[in-house]
């Protein structure tokens, strides 16, 4: 499939921003572990997040694979800064798929504006690629819900300033694919605590919390979708966001090809420069195939969300390969770089630490197999 001109400007327009705005302060906001909220900020003033949310909640009506296009340019130049921004609408989809009208007109629009930054509670400590297996619970207690539990790795979690969670609603409903709801809260309620987690191996610009529920309330209005219904409204949201996934691995891979061959044409060896070798052309010509391969996977999977027929097998090849895409070109890239590579005077090794990440989080690779695989014998 080909890019329409409208898509090929927001590409062109995302890469040009993080050129502006991520490359000169890349390095310090990973040593730092933080990152400036007025880029986030300026680029909500260029329209760069909540693309994919519609005009009538101030989005821009634009569909994901536009959002991913933006993830792929925003991550090419530096995964962490762009995880940064656009992590911000995290759990959005949700809420535009399956919240009320009241829902969507409260929360979204300040998403995009710029007046609000979002979180997504899912894992837990013993719940992370098993989402039935989430423990939170929220009771109903005159007219709301209170909610107590803890969760793990939520993007956002010290900055957002609501969250929707996954929560028990139901612990007796005979199956554990029905006992969850998903339930927004405001994280300034009492009994809400975040502890930032620090050490990460890569996108340390991103906020990433441990979060403790203490007695949390909740306006009964505040659930999102049907009582009961969490766990696939969840199956729903990975299907649009694992596309976004597939396009940061695609990002950092080719950043990864953009850096190697940057080094090789300059870096001289056995009397000429690493680019006139064959051995080292063959090697690019495989990055680049690798990469090539993985973007048009998850072009044609976000044009099935965006279709409004998502091919949930395509959805999973795109993640699983756009991870193992990533993996792979960047250990290549590194290798290029030779020892240059292993220091942090060069880009290269904070990309090596940034890409593992996409083979991890909303679905690892071994959860995106065993999707492609039930998929494939079905009806067999």
């Given at each position: ?192 605590e975040a502890t930032k987690i620090h050490g990460k191996m890569g996108i340390r610009a991103s906020n990433t919390a441990e979060i403790g529920l203490n ?15 969490g766990f696939y409204q969840l199956m729903d949201f990975f299907n649009k966001t694992r596309n976004h996934v597939a396009a940061q691995g695609v990002g ?127 009806g067999a």
């Open positions: 499939m080909e890019l329409t001109r409208e898509q090929m400007d927001i590409k062109q327009a995302a890469r040009e921003f993080a050129e502006g705005e991520f490359k000169e302060r890349a390095k310090e906001f990973d040593e730092k572990e933080e990152f400036d909220l007025s880029i986030w900020k300026k680029a909500c003033e260029f329209g760069f997040v909540g693309t994919f949310i519609k005009e009538e909640y101030g989005g821009h009506g634009l569909g994901y694979l536009e959002h991913s296009l933006i993830a792929e340019e925003f991550w090419r130049v530096d995964p962490g800064c762009g995880q940064a921004v656009l992590s911000t609408t995290f759990g959005s989809e949700m809420i535009q798929a399956f919240g009320s009208e009241e829902l969507k007109k409260k929360y979204l629009p300040p998403l995009v504006s710029g007046d609000a930054i979002m979180g997504f509670g899912i894992t837990e400590p013993d719940a992370g690629s098993d989402a039935a297996s989430v423990k939170t619970r929220a009771e109903r207690v005159n007219g709301k819900f209170v909610i107590n539990g803890s969760k793990t790795f939520i993007t956002n979690g010290c900055l957002a300033d609501y969250m929707l969670l996954m929560c028990i609603t139901d612990p007796n409903a005979p199956s554990s694919h029905k006992r969850h709801s998903a339930i927004i809260i405001d994280t300034k309620q009492p009994g809400f007695n949390v309330e909740a306006p009964a209005e505040n659930l999102v979708g049907t009582p009961g219904n950092v891979a080719q950043g990864a090809l953009d850096l190697a061959i940057a080094h090789v044409k300059k870096r001289k060896a056995f009397g000429g420069t690493l680019s006139r070798f064959q051995g080292i052309q063959f090697i690019l010509a495989e990055m680049a195939t690798r990469i090539e391969t993985a973007r048009s996977i998850y072009w044609r999977a976000a044009y099935s969300v965006d279709k409004g027929k998502p091919d949930t097998k395509l959805i999973s090849m795109a993640k699983w390969n756009a991870g193992d895409t990533a993996v792979r070109v960047v250990n290549q890239a590194l290798q290029l770089h030779g020892g240059y590579g292993y220091i942090s005077e060069y880009d290269i090794q904070r990309f090596y630490r940034d890409a593992k990440i996409v083979e991890i989080y909303e679905g690892s690779k071994e959860v995106e197999k065993a999707i492609i695989g039930a998929e494939l014998l079905k």
